[in-house]
């Protein structure tokens, strides 16, 4: 495997590994808990860290697959250049957005390493956890761009569904 396929495909390894990750911690609290009546103290916890960090990449993951939800009522009714106009608008919104994700997620790293605050069960810096949030949104607006720059090549635009411009 080449270092770029591994880059491109980097979103999709990181969620089925953390899934899977997630499934066994998960399943070992439930059999530590009702089979032996004994919860381990941080499963819960690295389980919950681990969903954060798998929602986060995963939005990413899901830009690229272009499997978020959306309504496609309006765009529908639309053609050829207003089409294209329309998609390019509603992606420069969400690329806003996740910028603005990125720098407010940030923001909250620093406050967090700068409070010292700590996990309950685990001890790890929260910092580490909410590290999703600028990381995720950070994939999301590179994938973000990759979709506008496919919308304004005009070969793949009249190729597509959205009619021709």
Known sequence: MTVKKFLNNFEEYFVVWAMALMTVLVFCQVVMRYIFSN????????????????SWVGASYAVKERSHFRVEMFANLMKGRRRKKFELLILAVWFAFSVNMVWLGTQLMIFLIETGQISAAMEIPMSWVYASVPVGCALMSVRLVVEIVKILKPEAWENSSGGSA
């Open 39 to 54: 919860s381990l103290s941080w499963s819960e916890e690295l389980a919950r860290f681990i969903f954060m960090w798998l």
